[in-house]
């Protein structure tokens, strides 16, 4: 007879074999296990890379985070963490902040 904790321990062992798969790892952020997809070293740079250019351009139009998070119906830190290249946003939030500060997405992209 399969007792419940011997279904559990196949879930649990399929889930672990799938995220292996997928190069996922698992973090610790403020104590909260959270998944994150691997970066590798090269893709860093380039994020980094983007934000600091977008930084440039908020900077050279006089805008700050505050107003263009407002803008681009965000939260200023989220402004603040896409410039310091902590977190890899979408193409389509880099649209509408290229938008916002009117400058093209391919200026930002550039390596």
Known sequence: ??????I????????LNSLKK????????????QFYCVVDNS???FIKNVGKKLREKRLSRNISQKLLAI???LQPSQIGRI???????????????????KVDLSELLKT
């Open 43 to 45: 893709e860093k740079i």
């Open 22 to 33: 997928r190069k996922f790892a698992l973090l610790s952020f403020e104590s909260l296990p």
């Open 71 to 73: 803008d681009c119906d």
């Open 8 to 15: 559990l321990f196949w879930i649990v062992k399929i889930a």
């Open 83 to 101: 410039e310091r290249g902590e977190i890899n946003t979408s193409i389509g939030m880099l649209f509408k902040i290229c938008k916002v500060l």
């Open 1 to 6: 007879m399969i007792c419940i904790l011997d």
